[in-house]
């Protein structure tokens, strides 16, 4: 048990000192690119007002952040891990918590309906976007712009079978993915790269 | 953690075939055990996670061990519960997308313990009755390769205890 208790110091001591020593950008947890997405410019209908479709574009209000997810509400393992660890984060941030905005497109719209999506995520969020478009063409396009990939298939036996990636995407108000949240970056990756991420906004490095 | 032992009565299957094997010979084998090994199985870490009121799927996650070299073939609830329980496992696909797959047997390797986790293996509950409610619990039973079963109470929470 000593031992156990030793290592977990070391490592509490070295993950304390790493953001420290680093860069702002390499500070982040999620991954970035030398080319990073630019999705501000890609729209899809929001239905998270009653079911009314609203245009929305692909980017944070001024001084926020805009987390997006690509899912459906029948998923019982990658989305609820990952929004739950969305709302872990932002308990954690406090009232920081009110400039991240949450936006979740569904890849499953047959089944995802406007009635199902909305009580779905607002047991993970307040400031959210439900995201739902049936043209398959119109969520191919989001999707590309996110190098994201889904299917919906019916295997032999009947059961309808979804894919997706697992990414969630963190982007501002010029519509840039600023980081990019691998499936299991868990609650206190996600905070981390909000507090960094908003830090750059409150210093003007970023918008 | 709080552990759950559970004394298996079931024979394990395959130390009845280790046995069986040897009775061709004349000579004693002394390997074999005198009486049959049986199975024994601590769970835990159980739990569930809460399912939002338009959620129809559920998961069970969880950490087992057994005193055998085993398989996890299956996995039941009540039908108060759920219509349908699985035993899941998420994938990474060529394509880099995620999906899931049921899986007919999970090999186990005697002493060391198999985890049921997010994003990998995990009990899937399927066509929920009610939304799962942090506080409560659901009793799971696991079925092995062996022929043993053991039933463990996962507590439902937001996230892994």
């Known amino acids: 048990m000593k031992k156990i208790s030793q290592l977990l110091l070391a490592l509490v001591a070295s993950t304390a000192i790493l953001p420290a020593c680093a860069t702002d950008s390499s500070s982040l947890m999620g991954m970035t690119r030398d080319q990073p997405l630019v999705v501000g410019s890609i729209s ?4 998270s007002e009653n079911g009314v479709s609203q245009n929305f574009f692909f980017k944070a209000e001024e001084g926020h952040l805009l987390t997006v ?12 891990t990952s929004l739950s660890d969305f709302r872990s984060a932002l308990r954690r941030l406090g009232d920081r918590a009110q400039k991240i905005d949450l936006a979740f497109v569904t890849v499953d719209p047959q089944r995802d309906t406007a009635e199902k999506l909305i009580p779905f995520l607002g047991s993970y969020a307040t400031n959210f976007h439900a995201i739902r478009t049936s043209d398959a063409s119109q969520l191919s396009l989001a999707q590309d712009a996110f190098l994201v990939r889904s299917s919906v298939t019916t295997d032999d036996s009947g059961h309808i079978q979804v894919t997706h990636t697992g ?9 840039i993915v600023v980081s990019e949240l691998p499936f299991g970056i868990g609650p206190d990756g996600m905070e981390n790269d909000f507090n ?10 970023m918008k | 953690m709080k552990k759950t032992k559970f004394a298996i009565v079931a024979v394990a299957t395959l130390s009845l075939g280790a046995a069986s094997c ?7 084998d002394t390997t074999v055990a005198a ?10 870490g159980a739990w569930a996670r809460t399912s939002p009121m338009e959620a129809t799927m559920g998961a069970v996650y969880l950490n087992i061990t057994s005193t055998v070299d085993d398989a996890l073939v299956g996995a039941s609830v009540s039908t108060e519960i759920a219509a349908m329980t699985q035993v899941h496992e998420t994938l990474m696909n060529a394509d880099g997308t995620m999906g899931m797959q049921e899986i007919a047997s999970v090999p186990m390797t005697a002493n060391t313990p198999l985890t049921l986790a997010p994003g990998g293996y995990h009990i899937m509950l399927m066509e ?4 799962l409610v942090v506080g409560e ?5 696991l079925t092995f390769a062996s022929g043993g079963t053991t039933t463990v109470d996962a507590i439902v929470s937001e996230e892994a205890p």
Do not use: R
Request: net charge negative.
């Open chain 2, 35 to 44: 009486t049959p090994a049986v199975a024994e199985y601590v769970v835990d």
């Open chain 2, 128 to 131: 929920l009755v009610k939304p």
């Open chain 1, 196 to 205: 960094v991420l908003l830090n750059k906004i409150e210093t003007g490095e």
């Open chain 1, 44 to 47: 899809l209908p929001d239905v």
């Open chain 2, 22 to 28: 040897g009775s061709g010979s004349e000579t004693t």
């Open chain 1, 69 to 80: 997810f690509f899912g459906y509400t029948m998923c019982p393992d990658i989305c609820p």
């Open chain 2, 137 to 141: 619990t659901v009793s799971v039973t």
């Open chain 1, 167 to 175: 990414t969630g995407f963190i982007v501002n108000s010029d519509g």
